[in-house]
């Protein structure tokens, strides 16, 4: 059981030294109410048909509206939208207050001024270990010009002044 332990905190550590982009992935409950969390483990996976993956942990409050909804939407999230971050991340339930938001034509809470967004149809739902992975086929897309959040070693923050070098 301590190899074990030893060998999750290791791996947990190597995760924190690995940088990441953030978002927040969003979708609506069975009642229309707005859900969502932030997210780091986001993916691209196929460019024919565009397709893109996250995994959400078997515990999250989210859980069921994700498992029961057939789509969802992801905000890869601006250098401006530390506050969304967090916000998405504790424990607080009004987090949409938080955000200027409004519904999409395809019924997803969109995150205004994200960095991108990919709205999706929920394609596969697959159980890995103590998360779902939900893989999703982008129906609508749009992009602005702003630059990325980045998280890393359990921080966010803006790209460091000077990279990328030009
Ligand atoms: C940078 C960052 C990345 C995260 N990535 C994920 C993720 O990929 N999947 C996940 O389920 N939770 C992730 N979380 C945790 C959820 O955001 C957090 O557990 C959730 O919003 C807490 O609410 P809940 O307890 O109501 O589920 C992440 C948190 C942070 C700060």
């Given at each position: 059981?301590?190899?074990?332990?030893?060998?999750?905190?290791?791996?947990?550590?190597?995760?924190?030294?690995?940088?990441?982009?953030?978002?927040?992935?969003t979708t609506s409950d069975e009642k229309g109410n707005?859900?969502?969390?932030?997210?780091?483990?986001?993916?691209?996976?196929?460019?024919?048909?565009?397709?893109?993956?996250?995994?959400?942990?078997?515990?999250?409050?989210?859980?069921?509206?994700?498992?029961?909804?057939?789509?969802?939407?992801?905000?890869?999230?601006?250098?401006?939208?530390?506050?969304?971050?967090?916000?998405?991340?504790?424990?607080?339930?009004?987090?949409?207050?938080?955000?200027?938001?409004?519904?999409?034509?395809?019924?997803?809470?969109?995150?205004?001024?994200?960095?991108?967004?990919?709205?999706?149809?929920?394609?596969s739902k697959s159980e890995a270990g103590d998360h779902?992975?939900?893989?999703?086929?982008?129906?609508?897309?749009?992009?602005?010009?702003?630059?990325?959040?980045?998280?890393?070693?359990?921080?966010?923050?803006?790209?460091?002044?000077?990279?990328?070098?030009?």
């Amino acid at each position: 059981m301590t190899k074990i332990l030893e060998k999750a905190n290791v791996f947990k550590k190597i995760m924190g030294l690995y940088p990441t982009g953030v978002t927040i992935v969003t979708t609506s409950d069975e009642k229309g109410n707005p859900v969502g969390l932030t997210v780091n483990s986001f993916a691209s996976v196929s460019i024919s048909p565009l397709m893109v993956l996250w995994c959400i942990d078997k515990n999250s409050s989210s859980l069921d509206a994700f498992l029961q909804a057939d789509k969802y939407a992801v905000h890869t999230l601006s250098e401006q939208q530390k506050e969304a971050c967090w916000a998405f991340a504790g424990k607080e339930k009004d987090r949409f207050s938080k955000v200027h938001w409004e519904s999409s034509s395809n019924g997803l809470p969109i995150i205004k001024d994200s960095l991108g967004v990919f709205e999706c149809k929920t394609v596969s739902k697959s159980e890995a270990g103590d998360h779902i992975i939900l893989l999703g086929e982008v129906i609508d897309l749009s992009i602005t010009d702003q630059s990325p959040l980045l998280y890393y070693n359990r921080n966010v923050g803006p790209i460091p002044e000077g990279w990328p070098e030009s």
